[in-house]
């Protein structure tokens, strides 16, 4: 069987204004009536009108759903998706951040799919061919416009990943203007998402030499950009920077593989109901210190980016603990994120929460296995 390391099928328009260009690509593609999934926060920002200026002037019609919660509830996509299919829409553009996106793919993977979303956890294999799919980030994060995953929260409010290249989006806008008008906190938290990405694509057990050469420089980029996107909201560069890095870190989850810090993150994201990228950013300092004694110098390598000092003479668990260090401060200091306890959660589901950790996907791919005592000890420390 052939082991293609290299894989994606988007293409993208890429730069300032990119946007407006929307109505365009839709005539391009021949789509009769799309449908917009997206979430309040795109309307009343005004956004979504920009998106669909292009398509009002040439008369495409188009149905909205802007009925996308934080984490991706699976009954908004449901019910997207009678909506889709009621209104003979023929493709699908996702107008937010990561749970918009995600969404946006679900949602148009059941126009091919029969069945629910859910249903097709176990049976990634069975996705067919899902085409027409376009995604615009508005947030430097996920990087969803050029993954091949969903992350869903279900009915029970677990965490549900779907990975399948059938599910890809065929096109993505990615126009850093837009997110010149985040606020800080949105800002960090999902530049730490991405950050986590390739944090994790660099660590685990699937990173080869050329995702290496691209995580490397994704990680440096973020580290330098991100903090001027906090300190100084409408540079363009940086914003543009950031876009590109959370692209890339998103197309390299497709060769690599989230770990342990997505295992942890999305378990107390669905149980606590705390924002994806709040979650990640959270778990993964401890998640590199753990991980340092199998990959030392990948783990240096990420202390160095954020700001640690090395001697040289490190044990694998001091680099750990400088480079958690150096993580938490450039989260907490430089970029301001709220601590984790301003959000509610409830310490008596920690063990049950340590055992979906260990039991979850993304576990395969740890370069050192976590139990769930690991995990219970992590989510302890994450919650001191």
């Given at each position: 069987?052939?082991?293609?390391?290299?894989?994606?099928?988007?293409?993208?328009?890429?730069?300032?204004?990119?946007?407006?260009?929307?109505?365009?690509?839709?005539?391009?593609?021949?789509?009769?009536?799309p449908m917009i999934v997206t979430d309040k926060s795109m309307v009343n920002m005004g956004i979504l009108d920009q998106?669909?200026?292009?398509?009002?002037?040439?008369?495409?019609?188009?149905?909205?759903?802007?009925?996308?919660?934080?984490?991706?509830?699976?009954?908004?996509?449901?019910?997207?998706?009678?909506?889709?299919?009621?209104?003979?829409?023929?493709?699908?553009?996702?107008?937010?951040?990561?749970?918009?996106?995600?969404?946006?793919?679900?949602?148009?993977?059941?126009?091919?799919?029969?069945?629910?979303?859910?249903?097709?956890?176990?049976?990634?294999?069975?996705?067919?061919?899902?085409?027409?799919?376009?995604?615009?980030?508005?947030?430097?994060?996920?990087?969803?416009?050029?993954?091949?995953?969903?992350?869903?929260?279900?009915?029970?409010h677990a965490k549900y990943t779907i990975l399948s290249h059938n599910a890809n989006a065929a096109y993505a806008i990615?126009?850093?203007?837009?997110?010149?008008?985040?606020?800080?906190?949105?800002?960090?938290?999902?530049?730490?998402?991405?950050?986590?990405?390739?944090?994790?694509?660099?660590?685990?057990?699937?990173?080869?030499?050329?995702?290496?050469?691209?995580?490397?420089?994704?990680?440096?980029?973020?580290?330098?950009?991100?903090?001027?996107?906090?300190?100084?909201?409408?540079?363009?560069?940086?914003?543009?920077?950031?876009?590109?890095?959370a692209s890339l870190a998103g197309w390299m989850l497709g060769h690599c593989v989230a770990n342990a810090g997505h295992?942890?993150?999305?378990?107390?994201?669905?149980?606590?109901?705390?924002?994806?990228?709040?979650?990640?950013?959270?778990?993964?300092?401890?998640?590199?210190?753990?991980?340092?004694?199998?990959?030392?110098?990948?783990?240096?390598?990420?202390?160095?980016?954020?700001?640690?000092?090395?001697?040289?003479?490190?044990?694998?668990?001091?680099?750990?603990?400088?480079?958690?260090?150096?993580?938490?401060?450039?989260?907490?200091?430089?970029?301001?994120?709220?601590?984790?306890?301003?959000?509610?959660?409830?310490?008596?589901?920690?063990?049950?929460?340590?055992?979906?950790?260990?039991?979850?996907?993304?576990?395969?791919?740890?370069?050192?296995?976590?139990?769930?005592?690991?995990?219970?000890?992590?989510?302890?420390?994450?919650?001191?």
């Amino acid at each position: 069987m052939l082991n293609f390391q290299l894989y994606n099928q988007v293409r993208m328009l890429i730069g300032p204004g990119s946007l407006e260009q929307l109505g365009e690509l839709i005539e391009h593609m021949g789509v009769k009536k799309p449908m917009i999934v997206t979430d309040k926060s795109m309307v009343n920002m005004g956004i979504l009108d920009q998106a669909v200026a292009g398509l009002k002037e040439r008369n495409i019609p188009y149905v909205t759903f802007d009925e996308v919660l934080p984490n991706a509830p699976t009954d908004a996509i449901e019910k997207a998706s009678v909506i889709c299919n009621k209104e003979k829409c023929d493709a699908v553009v996702g107008l937010g951040g990561g749970s918009v996106m995600d969404s946006a793919k679900a949602v148009n993977v059941l126009r091919f799919n029969d069945g629910k979303i859910l249903d097709y956890v176990e049976r990634m294999d069975d996705i067919k061919f899902s085409p027409n799919c376009v995604l615009i980030p508005t947030t430097a994060g996920t990087g969803s416009e050029l993954s091949q995953g969903m992350i869903l929260m279900g009915p029970d409010h677990a965490k549900y990943t779907i990975l399948s290249h059938n599910a890809n989006a065929a096109y993505a806008i990615l126009d850093p203007v837009m997110q010149t008008r985040l606020p800080a906190e949105l800002t960090a938290a999902t530049g730490l998402d991405a950050l986590t990405h390739v944090v994790e694509d660099y660590t685990d057990t699937l990173a080869t030499d050329f995702t290496d050469m691209i995580c490397e420089k994704v990680i440096e980029t973020i580290a330098e950009y991100l903090p001027i996107c906090i300190s100084d909201p409408g540079n363009v560069k940086a914003r543009s920077r950031m876009a590109i890095s959370a692209s890339l870190a998103g197309w390299m989850l497709g060769h690599c593989v989230a770990n342990a810090g997505h295992s942890i993150g999305q378990t107390i994201g669905g149980l606590f109901d705390i924002p994806h990228g709040h979650c990640v950013a959270y778990s993964e300092p401890w998640v590199l210190e753990f991980n340092a004694p199998a990959v030392p110098e990948r783990t240096k390598f990420i202390g160095k980016a954020l700001g640690a000092t090395f001697t040289g003479k490190e044990t694998p668990e001091e680099i750990g603990a400088k480079t958690r260090d150096a993580f938490i401060d450039f989260r907490d200091n430089k970029l301001g994120l709220r601590s984790v306890k301003s959000f509610g959660y409830d310490e008596s589901k920690f063990e049950e929460a340590a055992k979906i950790i260990e039991a979850d996907i993304f576990q395969n791919f740890q370069p050192r296995k976590m139990t769930a005592a690991d995990a219970l000890e992590i989510l302890k420390k994450i919650y001191a």
